[in-house]
């Protein structure tokens, strides 16, 4: 791994050498951009996450900014470019997957260079031997196959930056690029399955809804839940965070006071107020889709025999 641009002097790392280096351990929830993608009407033609596209590791590596300070950042850097072992076409373009951080946001104590997931060597699919880990940010910041970190004094303008992971809503507005993610919960879907609806049916009597929440702008300050559709809310225990990085277990008793059906809903706040959105606004690429989860439940009546 090469660190080069406008530096003091270039470095070049191995992994052992990486290492060797200061290494810090992290819990960290990384969300994709188009998490919730399919729920968006019209369709975005992009990967069609409906709600899976998220997970949280404990990282461990080495802070980049250590790396960036033995380089010696150039008095006119702006941005920090990370390059990716992976080619691909995208747009017509042929590319190496390559994204830069302000350079403010790449000095940040928690950025690391990670090589572990969970205490173990990365496993390929999430960047085998070296990737970037921003707490905070959506997925795509969090380069894996890191090849080259290379200092420039001004904005990269490459596919990823420019046309990818902006919100736009036709494709000539250069629009606003995506970042930190938006405060988000999810429940665990309580009782079983219809195969064709994913309608759940429960039995009647007490039952503890759980899930997780996240935000990038913060701790989450605040999960509801709600079993009428949004229309009344009930604010959930809150578990402990394990880092202000990564999301945070909460559970809710709900107690049906007759059998039918319901619409089982939550959302969170985060530590600088932001609530998540009843439904969230339309953009071209389907990102940052926060929208409140919706689960239909249909409570069983008692008499069984
Ligand atoms: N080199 C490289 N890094 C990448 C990507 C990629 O395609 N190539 N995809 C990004 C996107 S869009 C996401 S959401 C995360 C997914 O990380 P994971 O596979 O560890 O969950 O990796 C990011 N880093
Ligand atoms: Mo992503």
């Not at 809150?238 to 990085?245: A, D, M």
Request: glycine share 10%.
């Amino acid at each position: 791994m090469r660190v080069d641009g406008r530096v003091g002097h270039d470095l070049s790392l191995s992994l052992d050498e990486l290492r060797s280096r200061p290494a810090v351990t992290l819990a960290v929830t990384l969300e994709c951009a188009g998490n919730g993608r399919a729920a968006l009407s019209p369709r975005p033609l992009s990967q069609p996450w409906l709600l899976e596209a998220v997970g949280t590791a404990e990282w461990t590596g080495t802070p980049l900014r250590g790396l960036l300070d033995e380089a010696g950042v150039g008095e006119d850097a702006a941005d920090v470019l990370f390059r990716a072992l992976d080619r691909g076409v995208e747009g017509g373009e042929e590319q190496q997957f390559e994204r830069s951080l302000p350079l403010a946001e790449a000095l940040r104590e928690e950025v690391l260079l990670a090589y572990a997931m969970n205490g173990r060597p990365l496993p390929p699919q999430h960047g085998f031997p070296l990737r970037l880990v921003v707490p905070g940010w959506y997925g795509m910041t969090s380069v894996k196959w890191v090849e080259r970190i290379t200092v420039l004094d001004q904005p990269f303008e490459g596919y990823q930056q420019a046309r990818g992971y902006r919100l736009r809503q036709t494709p000539d507005e250069d629009g606003e690029p995506v970042s930190r993610m938006l405060p988000r919960s999810l429940m665990v879907p309580p009782g079983i399955p219809d195969f064709a609806t994913r309608e759940r049916t429960l039995e009647p009597g007490p039952c503890t809804v759980t899930g997780r929440a996240w935000s990038g702008f913060g701790p989450v300050e605040r999960v509801e839940v709600s079993a009428d559709g949004g229309a009344t809310w009930s604010v959930a225990r809150l578990g402990r965070q394990p880092s202000t990085w990564a999301w945070r277990a909460w559970e809710w008793n709900w107690e049906p006071r007759e059998p039918g059906r319901y619409e089982l809903c939550c959302r969170a706040t985060d530590a600088a107020g932001n609530v998540q959105p009843l439904t969230a606004p339309w953009n071209l690429g389907g990102y940052a889709n926060n929208e409140v989860q919706r689960v239909s439940a249909v409570v069983a009546s008692a008499t069984r025999t």
